[in-house]
């Protein structure tokens, strides 16, 4: 016969062991959400965390919202760095 008392153990258990694991996939899948490229950066669009640009030739990824311009500050993090054959202006 199945112990019940055994039962509401394991399932407390297995409850305090996934919670905090389901929360952070959630978190994950979510960050996985924003991630996306944007295209050639313009200062009068809005960057998010996770967004992806280029700007004067080189790939950019936002680190943090609302970065600012691609190589001023901390706010972007660069991927790709620009050819030394690359013009310095983006293609449009």
């Known amino acids: 016969m199945v112990d019940?008392?055994?039962l509401a153990v394991i399932a407390e258990v297995l409850v305090e062991t996934l919670d905090p694991l389901i929360r952070?996939?959630?978190?994950l899948e979510k960050r996985q959400k924003a991630?996306?490229?944007r295209g050639?950066?313009?200062r009068?669009?809005?960057y998010q965390r996770g967004n992806?640009?280029?700007h004067d030739g080189s790939l950019w990824a936002a680190v943090k919202?609302?970065?600012g311009v691609p190589?001023?500050?901390d706010g972007w993090q660069l991927c790709a760095k620009r050819g030394r054959d690359a013009d310095r202006r983006d293609a449009r």
């Open 4 to 6: 019940k008392k055994l």
């Open 65 to 67: 919202d609302d970065p």
């Open 44 to 46: 009068a669009e809005s």
């Open 71 to 73: 190589g001023d500050g």
């Open 35 to 37: 991630m996306h490229f």
């Open 24 to 27: 952070r996939i959630e978190v």
């Open 40 to 42: 050639v950066f313009q």
């Open 52 to 54: 992806f640009t280029t």
